[in-house]
């Protein structure tokens, strides 16, 4: 009975751990550019001496969603998405370079180009651009930065930078756990490549909201049948130790 027991609660902490990943999604099914996790099931064996008899069940997450969002209009000139399965370059907390398909940019009061998240904005050199004072700044559909100094007579736009452009094979990426997508260790150093971008718009979630609370539903029950398969278990023990102290 010990068997079958631990069996069902490991079955249970694992439909937990894909409830998680699946919760999750639903909850950035309203964040632009998120991407949603795949998760899957798999058998894992128990390994030891003599034959595998047991295999239990275990939960993992095998790789990210990378199909583009909905794009959405917002009108705002910093908005920004793109196009043509390419990728924006933007800094990650601990220093990497990381990348998004698409970003709301805010300039801080040093001049510093950031995301929403505060994440600064990377140019094609991989460096973190500034913008000095302007009275405009637009985003070309090339990437490139322009403004009107804020010192100029005239509302001649000045080219000022380029954005960090790249086309990495998906296959290439992963996401880690800090929600930020990478390159993987064995993939080749990313090159600033002619994607096109569109400003005053940004990319939706790629989550399907119907689908993930159509799992939700079905893991629930995987749950209850974890548990249902514990009673049991704990059942036929308790009729074992009266067949046991029969004398």
Known sequence: ????????MSGAKEVMLSQAN???NLANANTDGFKQDFNIFRAQHMEGPGWHSRAYSM??????????????????GLD??????GFLGIEAPNGDEVYVRSASLQILPD??????????????NGIQINIP????????????????????PSNQLVVLDRLRLV???????????????????EAAPLVQENVATVSGALESSNV????ALVNMIELSRKYELQIKMMSTSKSHAQKSDALLSLK
């Open 80 to 85: 920004v998405v793109t196009k043509e399965d």
């Open 111 to 124: 001049g510093s180009l950031v995301d929403i998240k505060g994440n600064p904005v990377l140019n094609e």
């Open 133 to 152: 004072p302007s009275k405009t700044i637009t985003i070309g559909s090339d990437g490139t930065l322009s403004v009107v100094p804020a010192d100029s």
């Open 1 to 8: 009975m010990d068997r079958m027991l631990y069996v069902a």
């Open 208 to 211: 399907n909201t119907a689908e």
């Open 22 to 24: 699946n919760a999750n």
């Open 167 to 185: 086309k990495p094979d998906v296959q290439d990426l992963e996401k880690g756990l800090d929600g930020y997508v990478r390159l993987k260790e």
């Open 59 to 76: 939960d993992e997450r095998p790789a990210t969603d990378f199909s583009a969002g909905a794009i959405k209009v917002t009108g705002r």
